[in-house]
């Protein structure tokens, strides 16, 4: 029955993708449509995208498997990290600079921003370069966690699952551009508070509370403590919690998926929305 329903609510997601791809077409005639949605987004569609293009797969595979079994409770700091310097700082420092750079010098990506600001090509296309390089094993580890995912629901081929998910997005993304883009990662954005709210909830429930919880997790033994380790305030390794914190935060400011979405907001104004609504969803998510 829990299959059933799943494969219902699937097909309804996947409709909707495709849906928004056609609905937003007419914004994506030209190349700044395309690539910008004629920038003419608004904070929240722009909050949204940032927030799930930061956590993805990584906050339900990633920081809930193996952050919170390494480091217990104290992972929350890496969360707090992500929603103070990874979204708030960033939105601060690069939001409104970004916007306006990009507008006076009309340029629509990273390289291109590149090549025009310091008047080189060769820059343009190193930028080009290490995008392309480095985006592979980055995009390749959000299909792998997301495919594993499907594969422990539906118990689906690995291979079936990358390739519905590639055709599916390609369809909506060449069919509207960043707009449908912005507007399903909205869509996301919602189903992804909702859903780490309801895996907060069920944890819990299963543990008899959050006393309970916390309690048994303190029982749990690790190498080098006498007790405790993971519940404790910095865990049991420190050091290695902080390198976490500064890697997931201080990383994605140089991400182009992450910095691309300052381009195509609407206006300064939006910037400060955009810069409160992406913070508190960090904090939700990823805290």
């Given at each position: 029955?829990?299959?059933?329903?799943?494969s219902?609510?699937?097909v309804i997601?996947f409709?909707?993708?495709?849906?928004?791809?056609?609905?937003?077409?007419?914004?994506?005639?030209d190349?700044?449509?395309?690539?910008l949605?004629?920038r003419?987004?608004?904070?929240?569609?722009?909050?949204?995208?940032?927030?799930?293009?930061?956590?993805?797969?990584?906050?339900?595979?990633?920081?809930?498997?193996?952050?919170?079994?390494?480091y217990?409770?104290?992972?929350?700091?890496?969360?707090?990290?992500?929603?103070?310097?990874?979204?708030l700082?960033?939105?601060k420092?690069?939001?409104r600079?970004?916007?306006i750079?990009?507008?006076?010098?009309?340029?629509?990506?990273?390289?291109?921003?590149?090549?025009?600001?310091?008047?080189?090509?060769?820059?343009?296309?190193?930028a080009?370069?290490?995008?392309?390089?480095?985006?592979?094993?980055?995009?390749?580890?959000?299909?792998?966690?997301?495919?594993?995912?499907?594969?422990?629901?539906f118990?689906?081929?690995?291979?079936?699952?990358?390739?519905?998910?590639?055709?599916?997005?390609?369809?909506?993304?060449?069919?509207?551009?960043?707009?449908?883009?912005?507007?399903?990662?909205?869509i996301?954005?919602i189903?992804?508070?909702?859903?780490?709210?309801?895996?907060?909830?069920?944890?819990?429930?299963?543990?008899?509370?959050l006393?309970s919880?916390?309690?048994?997790?303190?029982?749990?033994?690790?190498?080098?403590?006498?007790?405790?380790?993971?519940?404790?305030?910095?865990?049991?390794?420190?050091?290695a919690?902080?390198?976490?914190?500064?890697?997931?935060?201080?990383?994605?400011?140089?991400l182009?998926?992450?910095?691309?979405?300052?381009?195509?907001?609407k206006?300064?104004?939006?910037?400060?929305?955009?810069?409160?609504?992406?913070?508190?969803?960090?904090?939700?998510?990823?805290?």
């Open positions: 029955m829990t299959v059933v329903l799943s219902i609510l699937l997601f409709a909707i993708m495709i849906g928004v791809g056609i609905y937003t077409r007419k914004s994506a005639t190349v700044n449509g395309f690539v949605g004629g003419s987004v608004g904070p929240w569609l722009t909050a949204f995208a940032f927030g799930t293009s930061y956590f993805s797969a990584v906050i339900f595979v990633g920081y809930a498997g193996q952050f919170g079994w390494l217990g409770t104290s992972a929350t700091w890496a969360g707090l990290g992500n929603a103070f310097i990874g979204s700082l960033a939105w420092i690069l939001g600079r970004t916007r750079m990009t507008q006076s010098l009309d340029t629509k990506t990273m390289p291109d921003y590149f090549g025009r600001r310091f008047d080189s090509k060769a820059l343009k296309i190193a080009s370069g290490i995008i392309f390089i480095f985006l592979i094993p980055y995009t390749a580890s959000l299909y792998n966690g997301l495919s594993s995912l499907f594969g422990l629901v118990d689906m081929p690995y291979w079936v699952v990358i390739a519905v998910m590639a055709v599916l997005t390609g369809i909506y993304v060449i069919f509207g551009g960043y707009m449908a883009t912005a507007i399903n990662d909205f996301q954005g189903i992804m508070l909702i859903g780490i709210t309801a895996v907060i909830f069920a944890v819990l429930n299963d543990n008899g509370g006393l919880a916390m309690q048994k997790l303190s029982a749990v033994e690790c190498e080098g403590w006498s007790g405790g380790a993971y519940s404790s305030f910095l865990g049991p390794d420190p050091l919690l902080a390198c976490v914190v500064i890697l997931t935060s201080l990383g994605t400011w140089g182009p998926q992450m910095v691309g979405k300052f381009y195509a907001i206006s300064e104004k939006d910037i400060h929305k955009g810069t409160i609504i992406s913070t508190l969803f960090a904090i939700i998510v990823a805290g």
